[in-house]
């Protein structure tokens, strides 16, 4: 289950990243492209982001993290490269 939630972590860190690259870069230079992007990045990344809370709260009871924990490992999903942030710190020795 660990392995599966390291995956899910570092594809949903991937996506966001993707997803905000987009917005930056192909909005105002070829909107025809970000329009044409956004749907299938945006939509994995959502399904990833739901798996990545899913198992988090799946892998709550099994690791013993307490309320802290599992605050900093959401938290990690909603800031930029912090998926891959939480992956080291709380996914390196599972």
């Known amino acids: 289950m660990i392995k599966i939630f390291k995956v899910t972590a570092i594809l949903e860190g991937f996506s966001y990243i993707f997803l905000l690259a987009n917005m ?7 909107p025809e492209l970000y329009k044409m992007l956004l749907f299938p990045i945006g939509m994995s ?3 990833l982001f739901i798996g990545y809370i899913y198992l988090t709260f799946i892998l709550k009871a099994r690791q013993n993290w307490m309320l802290k ?4 490992i959401i938290l990690g999903s909603l800031i930029p490269l912090g998926a891959f942030f939480i992956e080291k710190k709380y996914l390196k020795n599972a």
């Open 69 to 72: 924990d599992i605050a900093i």
């Open 24 to 30: 930056v870069i192909n909005k105002h230079s070829n």
């Open 45 to 47: 990344h959502g399904i």
